[in-house]
C-alpha cells in the first residue's frame, strides 16, 4: 500500500531563516506530487505540482520555491521566511494516467502535515 | 474561476442528531467533488467522491450527491458520534487542481 511521510512535523523559525519540508511516498510509482498551506481558520490553497522529476508547476507567486529531486521525494524551501509564511503545509500525491495527464476524479491523498510558525 | 462555498461554522450537535452540511460549488463543466476530513491535529482524509452527475458517494455512514442542477454536494449523516468531531472540507477537482471551501467545524457532545 501507498504512504506519504512529511518532516518535520513540527516547526518554529525566525523571520529571515531559511526552510526546507520534505515529502517522501512510497508504494508508488511516477505519482503526481503537491504542496498545499491551510492559513489559520481557511481553507487550503494550492502552492505547487509537479508531474515529474525536475517539473514544478507554482500555483501562486510566494516567497516559497519547490524541487523534486527524486521520483518520490518533494521539498518545499525558501531562503528566507517572513511571518506570513506561518501555516498548516500539505504534501499530497495521486497517480494519474501518465506525465501531465490528469486522470477524470482521481483522488489526491494528503500527508500528516508541518505546523510552521514564523516568530 | 472554480470556487467551493461551504456553510459557516462551528456547527455543536449532540450525539445521534443529524448532521448536514451545506456545499455549493462555481465551475464550469464538470468537475469532480469530494469531501476530506480533518480531525484534530491531523492531515485531511478523504472521505467520499463523486465523479459526475447524480453519483452518491458515501462513506462511515455520511453520504453526498453530485447535484448539477443545484451545482451542489450537500454532506449528511443521520446520527453523527463524538468521534465524527472533525473540520469538513469541500473540494473539486479539474485536472490537477482541488479547490477547497474555507471548511465547516463540527463538534458532536455526548
Known amino acids: 500500500s501507498q504512504t506519504i511521510h512529511q518532516w518535520p512535523a513540527t516547526l518554529v523559525q525566525p523571520v529571515g531563516s531559511p526552510l526546507s519540508l520534505e515529502c517522501t511516498v512510497e508504494g508508488t510509482s511516477n505519482p503526481n506530487l503537491y504542496w498545499y498551506r491551510q492559513a489559520a481558520g481557511r481553507g487550503l490553497q494550492l502552492l505547487f505540482y509537479s508531474v515529474g522529476i525536475g517539473q514544478i508547476s507554482s500555483e501562486v507567486p510566494q516567497n516559497l520555491s519547490a524541487s523534486r529531486p527524486q521520483d518520490r521525494q518533494f521539498i518545499l524551501s525558501s531562503k528566507k521566511l517572513l511571518l506570513s509564511d506561518s501555516g498548516f503545509y500539505l504534501c499530497?500525491?495521486?497517480?494519474?494516467?501518465?506525465?501531465?495527464?490528469?486522470?477524470?476524479?482521481?483522488?489526491?491523498?494528503f500527508g500528516p502535515g508541518t505546523r510552521l510558525l514564523v516568530l | 474561476g472554480d470556487s467551493v462555498t461551504q456553510m459557516e461554522g462551528p456547527v455543536t450537535l449532540s450525539e445521534e442528531a443529524f448532521l448536514t452540511i451545506n456545499c455549493t460549488y462555481t465551475a464550469t463543466g464538470y468537475p469532480s467533488l469530494f469531501w476530506y476530513v480533518q480531525y484534530p491535529g491531523e492531515g485531511l482524509q478523504l472521505l467520499l467522491k463523486a465523479t459526475k452527475a447524480d453519483d452518491k458517494g458515501s462513506n462511515k455512514g455520511f453520504e453526498a450527491t453530485y447535484r448539477k442542477e443545484t451545482t451542489s454536494f450537500h454532506l449528511e449523516k443521520g446520527s453523527v458520534q463524538v468521534s465524527d468531531s472533525a473540520v469538513y472540507f469541500c473540494?473539486?477537482?479539474?485536472?490537477?487542481?482541488?479547490?477547497f471551501g474555507a471548511g465547516t467545524t463540527v463538534t458532536v457532545r455526548a
Open positions: 499530497a500525491w495521486s497517480l494519474e494516467g501518465g506525465q501531465g495527464y490528469f486522470t477524470l476524479g482521481e483522488t489526491q491523498y
Open positions: 473540494a473539486l477537482r479539474r485536472d490537477y487542481k482541488l479547490s
